[in-house]
Every structure is written in structure tokens, then in C-alpha cells.
């Protein structure tokens, strides 16, 4: 494997969350007066941190969200986790298979860490992703399987700044990282980093992730692409 380190996504990569998250994130929005449909939803926010959010809303209408949005946003979309968010079909086979071959692997999302806790806890991907802010003192000894998320950096995708600092915190080179993400704008940070990237276009066609190393339909594809087999 000419890897050594893969750095996945985490909404719509390891748990299927975008349909949920997007479609209550463009209802909230609609009931607060700024009409979005999922389309635009998914179109504008897909793999963004919340701030991006804020940031659109504000420079569209010049009007600021209220000040408790966050808070209430992630109220909504946790509570659908818990009634219906499972790991993305076929996911589980592929992290066990790097974790038995000694691949080291880590998450790096644009979600909160209370996020990604309460979709692993749901999926049961927190056995594979052991929960853990991140920083050098919580770095992992095995196979890498630390969690990142934008809120440990100051600028979240389509800035490279988050996958940078997993790279550095997993103490590998940018250039002998891969990452798997599902948006452009994954995409787009994957490449300011200097990384191959693997678009997964099981909701993101390829054509709107152009560059992108390779792209693959169906998770049993991915360990091919990163030169493994799954047995």
C-alpha cells in the first residue's frame, strides 16, 4: 500500500447522515425566514461546519441567526440520529480491514465532536473510532484511529487546515496521506492539502468533485482503490 494514513470523512462516509442532517438544516432555516430547500442545502453546506452556515446566511441577508441556532440545530439532528442513523453500507468492512492489516487510519469532520460521539455511539463505530479530542497527549498507539473535527482548528473545510493537522498529529507527510470524502468541499481541502483524495459519489456526482485521485460508487470498491483487497 502506497498509504500511510487514511483520513476519512465522517458525515455521508462512515455514517449516513447527510440526508438527515441536510433536511432539517434546510427545514430550520425555512422556519426561520431564510427559504432553502434540501437541494440547497446539500448544494451549500454539504461537509461544511456550522459557521459556514452563519457566514452564507449573513452575507446573502445581511441578518444574523439567533444566537441559540447551534444549540437547537444540533438538538434536532441528534435526536434523528438516534432514531435513524446507521454506518454507510459497507464501511464497517472496510475500517476492520485496515485496522487487521495495521493500516493506520483516523477521521477528520467538519461535525462537532459531540457530533461524531453521538453518531458512533448510535452506528457503533465508536469501538473502531475511539473518541478523543485529538491533541498529541490523546494520540493513539495502534492503528491511528484518533477523531478530528474542525473545532480543533481555526478554519474548517474547504481550508486544508483540518486535514493538515490530523496528518501532523498522526505524524505523517501530507503527500503520503489518502483521504475519502463526499462533498466538494472535502475535496477541495483534501487537494489545498496536498493529498490524494477519494470521492465517494454515492450522493455527490463525480462531475461536481473534479481532481479528485479516484471515485468510487460502493464502499467495497474503496480498498481496491487504495491498493488493498478486502478477503
Do not use: W
Amino acid at each position: 500500500m502506497r498509504y500511510e494514513l487514511v483520513i476519512f470523512d465522517n458525515d455521508g462516509v462512515l455514517v449516513d447522515s447527510e440526508r438527515l442532517s441536510n433536511t432539517i438544516l434546510a427545514g430550520y432555516l425555512t422556519e426561520l425566514g431564510h427559504p432553502t430547500s434540501y437541494e440547497d442545502s446539500l448544494r451549500d453546506f454539504m461537509g461544511a461546519a456550522v459557521h459556514r452556515v452563519h457566514d452564507l446566511v449573513g452575507e446573502r441577508t445581511g441578518q444574523r441567526l439567533p444566537a441559540d441556532f447551534d444549540e437547537e440545530l444540533h438538538a434536532r439532528v441528534f435526536a434523528a440520529f438516534e432514531q435513524e442513523l446507521t454506518p454507510v453500507d459497507g464501511v464497517v468492512e472496510v475500517i476492520e480491514k485496515l485496522a487487521a492489516d495495521g493500516v493506520p487510519y483516523c477521521l477528520a469532520s467538519s461535525g462537532s465532536h459531540e457530533r461524531i460521539r453521538v453518531g458512533h455511539r448510535k452506528t457503533g463505530l465508536d469501538r473502531l473510532f475511539p473518541h478523543r479530542r485529538g491533541g498529541d497527549e490523546d494520540r493513539t498507539a495502534d492503528s491511528g484511529n484518533v477523531v478530528f473535527s474542525a473545532q480543533d482548528v481555526g478554519r474548517g473545510k474547504p481550508a486544508p487546515d483540518l486535514f493538515l493537522h490530523a496528518a501532523a498529529r498522526m505524524g505523517v507527510a501530507p503527500e503520503r496521506c489518502a483521504v475519502v470524502e463526499d462533498s466538494p468541499l472535502g475535496v477541495r481541502a483534501a487537494q489545498a492539502a496536498g493529498m490524494d483524495v477519494y470521492a465517494f459519489t454515492a450522493m455527490t456526482p463525480a462531475g461536481k468533485m473534479p481532481g479528485a485521485t479516484g471515485y468510487f460508487a460502493r464502499m467495497a470498491e474503496l480498498p481496491g482503490l487504495l491498493g488493498r483487497s478486502i478477503a
